[in-house]
């Protein structure tokens, strides 16, 4: 068994590796010192440093209001196209969507983020609009960059589901329609949830495509924290982090019960 | 056929957002650079091209950008696939739990969990101060490359492990047994067996890796050093410093085409 136990301490010390540096990120939101090396008591003043701080505030809003929409746009999107992908085995054109889908999944947000901005460009000197750049265009840049994200949720929980329960709605008298809504639906929805909550905290987290699609006045949280980093990191980043964090923790809890509750009734 | 009109506006979202933009990058490869709002004008011009292969500072982005993402890609492989083995033999309570703890840190916001290693490496960091306190010399780690490496193995690593336990998990177990019983060493059986069956979540893993790690450009620009000049920085400072549009479009145009080939690993089942 010396393997096994090989592996278990491979699996701890990568473990500790992902989560060494958040726990140090938490527990120094809470020193009162400024520095991280030396510890000189519990202390809650880099949040109150944060509560005051405007233009984090005002930042962490404005990004809340996009990833909202984005997450939205998104899971509509990415919503329909999985349920095509998985459903829909005949659709014209469905290695192009695949294909097209799985470029914003791996390609690097550099590419993504200069891409839109040429779009947005061409599309305000030839049509007017966008009339400039701030938090509608990075809303949409963000939307694309997340549906693929969902769309790959959504068709994995279709895909495990199988067509059975469509199939006897429809034996039994129910239109396509009335499948879709009440038994398509339904089965798709833990995943939906799921790819929202995903989109909206990729939203959250995006720097390079939004340094790319935003424009003057229309600063997100990362770009703040981005150009603080540049110079180096404050504790009151540290606090902001750990808010984060509690938050992404929650949405993953949520996600993990919803998981099991969709395992539970596909049997 | 009402079925297909229903996927009409991903089509519509799919070729405006993404294919469109796409070709758009290739016609601001070929314009001209000009001193106005937006800086270039149309035109059919090859000298941005021709400038990513023979100015040596491009040629040398693609070079570096290609080692750090070869090098990170191996290096998420040697330290995901214990663990993705670890996950996929343990009880069926437990990997649920342990796939979540991967997934995680992906969740958690890559730019504020960067934050936690500037601290830790940095001269007057974490690391510095423990090995002081052991009586050990400092060292520099913070803005180099090999601070710009950690940053980018820790950042990937989830999307090493998690296709490859996809495969590990999905493998039928009582092949190995097989082996095992008609006298195969456990080394022979991982070798010929375990691996075998999981080298397509193998692949998908690398490709994962080494295709954003190629544009990376957060984790070199913040971690790493100022000679840690990926390409993903050189296309960043052509397009935001210098204003050189169709510059960046050219650079980025023969990134994504070098990319498409690993990129389409990911897909294939």
């Keep these: 068994m010396t393997r096994s136990r090989f592996l278990t301490a491979w699996l701890l010390g990568g473990l500790l590796f992902l989560y060494g540096p958040i726990a140090v990120l938490v527990a120094t939101s809470f020193n009162a010192s400024s520095l991280m090396t030396e510890w000189t008591g519990f202390s809650l003043r880099w949040y109150r440093a944060l509560l005051h701080d ?34 829909m085995p005949n659709l014209a054109g469905r290695r192009t969507m695949a294909g097209l889908l799985a470029a914003p999944l791996v390609l690097p947000d550099l590419l993504i983020g200069l891409s839109l901005l040429l779009l947005f460009v061409a599309s305000e000197m030839l049509l007017g609009v966008p009339n400039g750049r701030g938090a509608g265009t990075v809303a949409i840049a963000h939307a694309t960059m997340c549906l693929s994200y969902v769309a790959v949720v959504v068709e994995a929980r279709l895909a495990a589901g199988g067509t059975v329960l469509e199939m006897a709605a429809m034996d039994l008298g129910a239109g396509p329609v009335m499948a879709f809504l009440r038994i398509t639906l339904p089965l798709m929805a833990p995943a939906l949830v799921s790819g929202w909550l995903l989109a909206f905290t990729l939203s959250l987290d995006d720097v390079v495509v939004a340094s790319f699609t935003s424009g003057p006045g229309a600063t997100t949280l990362p770009m703040v924290v981005y150009s603080t980093l540049r110079l180096g990191p404050t504790p009151v980043l540290n606090a902001l982090a750990t808010v984060v964090l509690a938050l992404a923790a929650g949405a993953a809890a949520a996600i993990w019960v919803l998981g099991r509750r969709g395992e539970a009734a596909a049997g | 056929m009402r079925r297909a009109l229903a996927v009409l506006p991903v089509w519509a979202w799919l070729v405006g957002f993404v294919a469109l933009p796409a070709v758009l990058i290739a016609v601001m490869a070929v314009s001209i650079s000009a001193d106005s709002v937006p800086p270039f004008r149309l035109g059919l011009s090859f000298e941005a091209l021709a400038a990513v292969f023979s100015d040596p500072y491009y040629r040398d982005g693609f070079l570096f950008s290609l080692r750090v993402a070869a090098l990170s890609a191996a290096a998420c492989l040697v330290l995901g696939y214990p663990m993705a083995l670890a996950i996929a033999r343990s009880a069926p309570r437990h990997r649920r739990l342990l796939l979540l703890l991967v997934i995680l840190p992906f969740w958690t916001g ?59 998990s999905a493998a039928d177990r009582t092949l190995e047994q097989a082996a095992a019983d008609l006298g195969a060493s456990p080394a022979r059986v991982f070798l010929s067996v375990t691996l075998p069956l999981s080298l397509p979540g193998v692949w998908a893993g690398l490709a994962l890796v080494f295709v954003p790690v190629a544009g990376e450009y957060v984790i070199p620009d913040l971690l790493g050093g100022p000679g840690s000049l990926t390409i993903g920085r050189v296309i960043y400072e052509e397009f935001f410093q210098n204003n050189d549009w169709p510059q960046a479009a050219a650079l980025a145009l023969v990134l994504l085409l070098g990319l498409a080939l690993p990129a389409s690993l990911v897909r294939r089942r």
Excluded at chain 1, 56 to 77: E, F, H, P, Y
Excluded at chain 2, 123 to 137: I, M, T
Aim: charged content about 15%.
């Design chain 2, 110 to 168: 890559f730019l504020l969990r960067i934050t936690a290693w500037i601290g830790i490496l940095r001269d007057e960091g974490l690391l510095n101060a423990v090995l002081g306190a052991l009586g050990l010399p400092a060292i520099r780690l913070l803005h180099t490359d090999a601070a710009m490496l950690i940053g980018m193995v820790y950042g990937y690593l989830p999307f090493m492990i998690l296709p490859i336990e996809a495969r590990l």
């Design chain 1, 54 to 87: 405007r233009t984090l505030i005002d930042a962490a809003l404005l990004s809340l209001r996009i990833a909202a929409v984005a997450a939205t746009g998104a899971t509509v999107l990415g919503g329909l196209a999985g349920f095509a992908l998985a459903r």
